[in-house]
C-alpha cells in the first residue's frame, strides 16, 4: 500500500510484470512490481499517466521510464511508440492504480493492458 499525507488524495500507478511477453514464461525477480512514476496529487492527471503505463507493459522491449514524458501527439497510428520491437494488444502483466484519500476508500484498482479494449470491440450495441 502507498503511504500518504494525512488527508490527501493520492493515487501510485505501478507496473507488475510476472510474465515474460517473448517466452510466456514466469519472470523470477525480486522487482516483479514497480513505480511508474512519482505519486499523483491530481486526479486530473491520472488519465494521461494511465495511458502511458499501458503502452509501457504493452511495450516490453522499451524501457517503461521512456513512456513517462510520452507526447500523444507524437504517436502514428499502427506504429508501435518509441522504436518499440512489438507493442502487443494483450498481456498478463498488469497496471495498478492505488488510490487513497480522505473522501475515498483505499482501492487498489488492477488493469489487464488490451483486454477491456478487446472485449468492448467485440461487444455489438443493437438498438431497438
Not at 488527508?7 to 510474465?19: A, F, L, P, T
Not at 517473448?22 to 523470477?28: F, L, S
Not at 512519482?38 to 503505463?53: F, G, N, T
Request: glycine share 6%; charged share 25%; net charge neutral.
Amino acid at each position: 500500500m502507498i503511504k500518504t499525507i494525512e488527508g490527501v488524495w493520492s493515487c501510485q500507478i505501478k507496473i507488475r510484470r510476472e510474465i515474460d511477453d517473448e517466452t510466456g514464461r514466469a519472470i523470477h525477480s525480486d522487482q516483479v512490481e514497480v513505480p511508474f512514476g512519482e505519486i499523483i496529487y491530481d486526479p486530473k492527471a491520472v488519465e494521461e499517466m494511465l495511458r502511458k503505463a499501458q503502452l509501457a507493459v504493452l511495450n516490453p522491449s522499451v524501457p517503461s521510464d521512456k513512456f513517462l514524458s510520452l507526447d500523444f501527439k507524437k504517436i502514428e497510428s499502427g506504429v508501435p511508440p518509441l522504436g518499440s520491437k512489438k507493442q502487443y494488444s494483450f498481456t498478463q502483466n498488469v497496471v495498478i492504480l492505488e488510490i487513497s484519500g480522505p473522501s475515498a476508500l483505499n482501492l487498489t484498482f488492477i488493469d489487464l493492458p488490451g483486454k477491456l479494449s478487446r472485449l468492448f470491440a467485440s461487444l455489438t450495441v443493437s438498438r431497438s
